[in-house]
């Protein structure tokens, strides 16, 4: 059963009974045959950023708790993987972000867009580090044109429904059936001889459920504040990059790229992001049960790479070990 609620405000506008018809038939609606579990989380994108990848979707995640939805980053496209796991846009009650790195945050003018133009009514809540609210300020500044235009018809403007919680460090969100735990992690983590302070923050997630808890950990380098938060969860998913592939592939692309750069960014990579044995220590410390691993560089286009990095973790950590693809299911 559908309750069609008329897109256009004002009145004396009502919808005609066959434009509603096209408008259903316009919207992509999948219908499951057996009734889905009452929690999950899903990849729907997980691709390593920051380059687009034509395998995978950029970084995104939805968790699915009872009747509610909620987005884990939300990289560029991921209005068409939700509808591709069988989601409407409207149907999302909040977004987490664990940093404002675009391709953890690409998709978030969309999600923002779109709901306005469907005319949803119910808040989104919006969480993540400092600079979240700057952040969705500007995208809803950006949007100020096509609200106001709307359908060009006589009626009040399009609404955003939009509010923004920032969190930090050992932060606690209580949500229906859902407890979130906050820590931030070292993926702004500034050389110790700079002397300079941290430009940003990027937070972890821990999402306690009713019969589970699962750590999302975003990008991170080794972290012992991910480890303490991850501490015998069920389900760890985690970030994962082979930086001697990475690197070898920059000096492919650009041969020429001054050494003081390389060095720059080889130190970036290894200080801010996770060797398939740090995420096994990472696991194994933590005393997880199942590790999911996303947001992997270079991407994985086999089986047979999925497996060598399988082994890899393997080594140092006995648990369940996935490799996941885009619109895994957990």
């Known amino acids: 059963m559908f309750q069609i609620t008329s897109i256009f405000g004002g009145e004396g506008h009502k919808v005609h009974k066959v434009f509603v018809i096209a408008l259903l038939l316009s919207i992509s609606i999948t219908v499951c045959a057996e009734e889905a579990p009452q929690n999950r989380f899903i990849t729907l994108g997980t691709a390593g950023g920051p380059v687009a990848s034509a395998e995978r979707s950029q970084p995104a995640n939805a968790l699915v708790v009872n009747e509610n939805l909620y987005l884990v980053d939300a990289g560029d496209g991921v209005a068409g993987q939700l509808s591709k796991a069988g989601f409407l846009l409207q149907d999302v009650d909040g977004l987490f972000i664990s940093h404002n790195h675009f391709d953890h945050t690409g998709g978030v003018l969309a999600v923002l867009g779109l709901r306005a133009q469907v005319n949803t009514t119910n808040t989104l809540e919006v969480y993540g580090p400092?600079?979240?609210?700057?952040?969705?300020?500007?995208?809803?500044k950006s949007m100020d044109p096509a609200m106001k235009a709307a359908y060009g018809m006589p009626g009040p403007p399009w609404q955003a429904n939009i509010e923004v919680i920032e969190l930090s460090h050992g932060a606690t969100v209580?949500?229906?059936?859902?407890?979130?735990?906050?820590?931030?992690?070292?993926?702004?983590?500034?050389?110790?001889?700079?002397?300079?302070?941290?430009?940003?923050?990027?937070?972890?997630?821990?999402?306690?459920?009713e019969n589970r808890s699962i750590v999302y950990t975003g990008d991170t380098g080794p972290s012992e504040a991910v480890v303490e938060l991850a501490k015998d969860a069920d389900l760890l998913v985690i970030e994962m990059m082979d930086i001697d592939a990475v690197l070898a592939g920059v000096r492919n692309v650009f041969p020429n790229i001054p050494q003081h750069q390389f060095d720059g960014l080889e130190w970036h990579l290894r200080a801010h992001h996770l060797l398939p044995q740090q995420v096994a220590e990472i696991a194994a410390n933590a005393g997880v049960s199942q590790v999911v691993v996303t947001h992997m560089a270079p991407s994985i286009t086999d089986d047979e790479m999925a497996g060598h990095y399988k082994d890899e973790i393997t080594r140092t950590f006995d648990g369940q070990i996935v490799i996941?693809?885009?619109?895994d299911s957990f």
């Open 324 to 327: 996941a693809n885009d619109l």
């Open 130 to 140: 400092p600079g979240t609210r700057t952040f969705i300020d500007g995208l809803l």
């Open 174 to 209: 209580e949500l229906e059936g859902l407890v979130v735990m906050v820590a931030e992690n070292s993926h702004f983590l500034i050389p110790e001889d700079s002397d300079l302070p941290e430009k940003a923050k990027s937070l972890s997630f821990r999402f306690d459920l």
